[in-house]
T-cell receptor, first 117, second 115 residues
Framework: AQSVAQPEDQVNVAEGNPLTVKCTYS??????LFWYVQYPNRGLQFLLK??????LVKGSYGFEAEFNKSQTSFHLKKPSALVSDSALYFC???????????????FGKGTKLSVKP | DTGVSQDPRHKITKRGQNVTFRCDPI?????LYWYRQTLGQGPEFLTY????????KSRLLSDRFSAERPKGSFSTLEIQRTEQGDSAMYLC?????????????FGPGTRLTVT
């Protein structure tokens, strides 16, 4: 069965410092991996995805994520955090279509990122 | 705004009443998904359409839930005989079926409160 784990409920970072939000996954086939951000009273916004190719993917707002197949991880990173990055971050996975996936995403529980000035 | 829209944004209803939510996807997207999100949890998949065909339903989707997507455009999600456990945020997402940009784009959600 597909699953996603976000081991940290909350991550606290000082503005200007690098940030990492952790994600590990489990799928039986090739994974398609996604990061979404959710601001209060708003829907999820797509940040970035990994499908194939380069293990380091770049996305919106200066975020990037590194796919590590051996560790089944897809950690979200940013070199210099901003106060405005404070939000709820969700990692999601689906199997590739060759595995019979219809495309529905399996989400982690979310990690609250708090960036202090 | 050419994003995914949902209506209403908030719905308060009494237990036992029926409610219906609407989702308008991004116009060129042929896939449409419904998810449910409760406090402190990530979204959970409910059901999925490709064009007008409902292709997959989660076991979370009890017999009281029904979804439609007539003509492959907007979709409705109806909950009959609501229960307090149905209180949640209901999210709609749409995507292309294939191609380089098949990530799902989410609407703002409909927050349901059952009293």
């Amino acid at each position: 069965a597909q699953s996603v784990a976000q081991p940290e409920d909350q991550v606290n970072v000082a503005e200007g410092n690098p940030l990492t939000v952790k994600c590990t996954y489990s799928v039986s086939g090739n994974p398609y991996l996604f990061w979404y951000v959710q601001y209060p009273n708003r829907g999820l916004q797509f940040l970035l995805k990994y499908i194939t190719g380069d293990n380091l993917v770049k996305g919106s707002y200066g975020f990037e994520a590194e796919f590590n197949k051996s560790q089944t991880s897809f950690h979200l990173k940013k070199p210099s955090a901003l106060v405005s990055d404070s939000a709820l971050y969700f990692c999601a996975v689906r199997e590739g279509e060759e595995g019979g996936s219809q495309g529905n995403l399996i989400f982690g529980k979310g990690t609250k990122l708090s960036v202090k000035p | 705004d050419t994003g995914v829209s949902q209506d209403p944004r908030h719905k308060i209803t009494k237990r036992g009443q029926n409610v219906t939510f609407r989702c308008d996807p991004i116009s060129e997207h042929n896939r449409l998904y419904w998810y449910r999100q409760t406090l402190g949890q990530g979204p959970e998949f409910l059901t999925y359409f490709q064009n007008e065909a409902q292709l997959e339903k989660s076991r979370l989707l009890s017999d009281r839930f029904s979804a439609e997507r007539p003509k492959g455009s907007f979709s409705t999600l109806e909950i009959q005989r609501t229960e307090q456990g149905d209180s949640a945020m209901y999210l709609c997402a749409s995507s292309l079926a294939a191609g380089a940009r098949f990530e799902q784009y989410f609407g703002p959600g409909t927050r349901l409160t059952v009293t």
